[in-house]
């Protein structure tokens, strides 16, 4: 498989609402809410079957009903396609 090519974290959140890029490194963030721990955990359930699918693996922190997520492809040095995509899908099933 190809290597990513990195884009402008700026570029990467344009179309994607609720992410920004992090301060102080190449990368893409958001934090979730949900209502309670069992649906957070859901989500992270569906999005971690999806990333292993991809073959790409968020960073991601989660207390109680929040899920803190941040997008970078560490092989490419920066923020690509993948993250993009990969945060694409967590919008569509955050819901």
Not at 10 to 30: F, M, T
Not at 41 to 57: I, S
Not at 67 to 81: K, M, Y
Request: proline letters at 4%; charged letters at 20%.
């Amino acid at each position: 498989m190809a290597k990513p090519e990195k884009i402008a974290p700026d570029q990467a959140v344009s179309g994607l609402p609720g992410w920004s890029v992090c301060d102080g490194r190449a990368a893409i963030e958001k934090s979730y809410s949900f209502k309670n721990f069992s649906e957070a955990f859901a989500f992270m359930t569906r999005v971690a079957m999806k990333a292993e699918a991809m073959d790409h693996h968020p960073e991601w922190f989660n207390v109680y009903n929040r899920v803190e997520v941040t997008l970078s492809t560490h092989s490419a040095g920066g923020v690509t396609e993948l993250d993009v995509a990969l945060a694409r899908y967590m919008e569509s099933v955050a819901g």
